[in-house]
């Protein structure tokens, strides 16, 4: 299986960006996807996740700002990010997961600044 996310970039703070991640080689819809972030030094963190019947869950700091959903037909999960902040920036990775098969995506860049 492959997951190719993109969508990232710069934003000023306040703003918003949609990340795009798209599943390849997988039954998409078995799958629940989740969105990951890491900066350097730190460990990769759960944003938010969608289970295969469609069911979120956010971390704490995101709650409200950042929405999870997913296109079935598509193969395909985004994150919605709203209100950004410069806490926000990070690399952000998919990562698509059923039982001990885990899939990753390569990442994408979020850059929070004026």
């Known amino acids: 299986g492959q997951l190719v996310e993109s969508g990232g970039g710069l934003v000023q703070p306040g703003g918003s960006l949609t990340l795009t991640c798209t599943a390849s080689?997988?039954?998409?819809?078995?799958?629940?996807m989740s969105w990951y972030r890491q900066t350097p030094g730190k460990q990769r963190e759960l944003v938010a996740g969608?289970?295969?019947?469609?069911?979120?869950n956010y971390a704490v700091s995101v709650q409200g700002r950042f929405t999870i959903s997913r296109d079935n037909a598509k193969n395909t999960v985004y994150l919605q990010m709203n209100s950004l902040k410069p806490e926000d920036a990070a690399v952000y990775y998919c990562k698509a997961q059923r039982g001990s098969t885990a899939y990753w995506g390569q990442g994408t860049q979020v850059t929070v600044s004026s």
């Open positions: 080689g997988i039954v998409f819809n078995a799958y629940p």
């Open positions: 969608i289970s295969s019947a469609g069911s979120t």
